[in-house]
T-cell receptor, first 115, second 112 residues
Framework: DARVTQTPRHKVTEMGQEVTMRCQPILGHNTVFWYRQTMMQGLELLAYFRNRAPLDDSGMPKDRFSAEMPDATLATLKIQPSEPRDSAVYFC?????????????FGEGSRLTVL | GNSVTQMEGPVTLSEEAFLTINCTYTATGYPSLFWYVQYPGEGLQLLLKATKADDKGSNKGFEATYRKETTSFHLEKGSVQVSDSAVYFCALTMDSNYQLIWGAGTKLIIKP
């Protein structure tokens, strides 16, 4: 059963620490998205890759966030230094890239708490 | 710009009640429309979709019809169950990169 895998599922850290979240997209999917979900802001797009190339990271605070795809089986989202306002659930999603299907497959999320 | 507006929640219903969650959109062109569902503690998953006007998407007893004249894609179900309790997101995409434009989500609570 193909699925998007995210690690860690839960992370508690202190302000100022580096946080790295990882995502394994579904094999064969060529688009990967990082989203952040909070009660106040809802679902926010942070970054978007197609064929491992970043296409849109305008939603990401550039001073502290970075997103990469070192290979087709791994996407990473890094926060350095972390701040309490970064506390949220971070979702990775992948898609097969077919025109206008719009179907994304989401991981279960990484719940980050920054104290 | 393109946008999606959903009715605010939470929506609270009794089991077996009829459900409607309203969704309207603004788009330059002809979007594809989607409903995603998020169960507690999980990621979002596609519930149904419609890619052109007058199409009806359906899945798990839920239906939504793409209405171009009213720019709407309302979600309906004839008889809800407690297990339908979740957050429902309406979304659209305009282009081949299929970046999704999301509504704010509507929380649905079904009481036994």
């Amino acid at each position: 059963d193909a699925r998007v895998t995210q690690t860690p599922r839960h992370k508690v850290t202190e302000m100022g620490q580096e946080v790295t979240m990882r995502c394994q997209p579904i094999l064969g999917h060529n688009t990967v998205f990082w989203y952040r979900q909070t009660m106040m802001q809802g679902l926010e797009l942070l970054a978007y890759f197609r064929n491992r190339a970043p296409l849109d990271d305008s939603g990401m605070p550039k001073d502290r966030f970075s997103a990469e795809m070192p290979d087709a089986t791994l996407a990473t989202l890094k926060i350095q230094p972390s701040e309490p306002r970064d506390s949220a659930v971070y979702f990775c999603a992948s898609g097969p890239g077919r025109l206008n299907t719009g179907e994304l497959f989401f991981g279960e999320g990484s719940r980050l708490t920054v104290l | 710009g393109n946008s999606v507006t959903q009715m605010e929640g939470p929506v609270t219903l009794s089991e077996e009640a009829f459900l409607t969650i309203n969704c309207t959109y603004t788009a330059t062109g002809y979007p594809s429309l989607f409903w995603y569902v998020q169960y507690p503690g999980e990621g979002l998953q596609l519930l149904l979709k419609a890619t052109k006007a007058d199409d009806k998407g359906s899945n798990k007893g839920f239906e939504a019809t793409y209405r171009k004249e009213t720019t709407s894609f309302h979600l309906e179900k004839g008889s809800v169950q407690v297990s339908d309790s979740a957050v429902y997101f309406c979304a659209l995409t305009m282009d081949s990169n299929y970046q999704l434009i999301w509504g704010a989500g509507t929380k649905l609570i079904i009481k036994p």
